[in-house]
Each structure stands twice: as structure tokens, then as C-alpha cells.
């Protein structure tokens, strides 16, 4: 829950920051591409490092990651001018890292809990994602209004102690084994698809949902300054966009 709040104390900044500085749609929507954008094409082999390699491991090494770029994230942002092509290049570094945690995350928490608790496991996953995503934007709205968009950076980096102590804790079940590898690998969950129609409908629907409806939370910087009336570096926009997360 820690590193989610976060991480949705970043996202909101992010977005608020792009405009704040160009007051463009096409500056806000690269900075969310670089952010997301990777998702698309890096899970599958996040997911194929979940079945490869030691997910302990793997999850610790990237949540360092993720911490790092942070912080670097923090510096360039500094000034109050930060390079445009700089703050690109990090937050796509941190989008990889993003791309690459999800899938290996989610791949744990069926070996964490028994069979018969695996609902309440996953709902309880659910519950604090969605809790993040209203309390981080709220905080971060209201951290990068009185101090400036470093802060939230850093707090964000710090928040994922959080996870690695968590990690740190728990042992876990090496990968299944699997004769395939490379290339194959990475192509089994596209097989998997294609013969199960459940997980095929599964795929299709959210892949729709997200890429034709979601978009829309990506220019709320925009939409908030041009139309609501709404400052993006204020803690009004961090309530605006809670109410996504309430939803």
C-alpha cells in the first residue's frame, strides 16, 4: 500500500508538472507515454522473468530500481526550468521498471496465500491499489503545491522500504519449471490466449478499456486548467483526480 500511494503521488505530479511548465496537451501526453507507455510493451517480458528467475530477487532489484530513478527524478527537477528531454529519459526509465515489477508482483500473490483464500488475497490487493490512487494524489497535489515536485519524488523513493522490507520477509517457491525458453517463453501466454476463450475475452476487453477509455486521466492537467477552472499545482486538482480512484 505504501509504495502504491507512492507511486500514485508521482503519477499525479508528473502530469500537473508537464503542464505547469508547457501548458500542452502534446507535452502532457508524451510525459504519460513515456510513463505507461512502456507497459505495453514490456509486462510480457516482465511476466516471462517471473517464470525465468528468482521473483525475490527480481522484485527487490527492481523496486531499487524504481527508487532510484526517483531520486534522480528529484535532482533533475530541481530547477525550477528542468530539461525537457532529461525528465522524458527518466520517467521512462522508471515506466520500464514499472513494466517489468507489475507482472512479477502479480505473479506472487498465488503462491502467498492458500487456494481456498486466494479471493479475499486478490480483493485485498485490489481494495489498497484502488485506496492508493486516492490518497497518493491527494497528498501529492498538496506536497508539489507548497513545496515543488522534488518532494514528492523523494517521498516516493523512500516509500519503497516499504516493499523490500516486505520482500525481505516472505519466502517464495522458485518459478515453475518450463522446457521453453527465449523467444518461446515469452510467446507461451500469447498461445495460452489464443486456445482458452475465457482469458482471450479477459485480454481483449481490458486491452479495449484501457487504451480507447483510460486515456482520459492522462490530459486531466489540461482538461483542469483550460476547462475547470482548476490549477494543476494545487491541492483541488489532487481532489479532481482522487475521485478517479473512488470510482
Not at 529519459?89 to 483464500?117: E, M, Q
Not at 497528498?139 to 522534488?150: E, L, T, V
Amino acid at each position: 500500500f505504501a509504495p502504491n500511494i507512492g507511486t500514485w503521488m508521482q503519477n499525479v505530479v508528473l502530469g500537473a508538472l508537464a503542464y505547469t511548465l508547457t501548458k500542452s496537451a502534446v507535452d502532457v501526453g508524451a510525459m504519460m507515454a513515456a510513463q505507461l507507455g512502456p507497459l505495453l510493451v514490456f509486462s510480457m517480458v516482465g511476466g516471462m522473468l517471473a517464470d525465468s528467475f528468482d521473483r525475490k530477487r527480481l522484485l527487490v532489484g527492481l523496486s531499487i530500481q524504481q527508487a532510484a530513478f526517483s531520486l534522480l527524478l528529484a535532482w533533475v527537477t530541481l530547477d525550477g526550468s528542468p530539461n525537457k528531454n532529461a525528465l522524458l529519459a527518466v520517467v521512462f526509465a522508471i515506466g520500464v521498471g514499472n513494466a517489468l515489477y507489475a507482472p512479477v508482483f502479480s505473479a506472487v500473490v498465488p503462491v502467498l496465500v492458500p487456494r481456498h483464500d486466494m479471493p479475499g488475497a486478490i480483493s485485498l490487493n485490489s481494495v489498497q491499489m484502488n485506496a492508493s490512487r486516492v490518497v497518493g494524489p491527494a497528498i501529492g497535489a498538496s506536497i508539489y503545491a507548497r513545496y515543488g515536485p522534488s518532494w514528492v519524488f523523494v517521498l516516493n523513493a523512500v516509500s519503497f522500504a516499504f516493499v523490500i522490507a516486505s520482500l525481505l520477509r516472505v519466502t517464495l517457491p522458485p518459478p515453475p519449471a518450463s522446457g521453453t525458453r527465449g523467444l518461446h517463453r515469452l510467446l507461451e501466454g500469447v498461445r495460452v490466449a489464443q486456445a482458452d476463450r475465457v482469458v482471450r475475452q479477459c485480454l481483449v476487453t481490458i486491452f479495449v478499456f484501457s487504451f480507447f477509455s483510460l486515456p482520459f486521466i492522462t490530459q486531466l492537467p489540461k482538461i483542469a486548467g483550460d476547462h475547470l477552472d482548476i490549477a494543476p499545482k494545487s491541492s483541488a486538482y489532487g481532489a479532481l483526480y482522487a475521485c478517479f480512484g473512488i470510482g
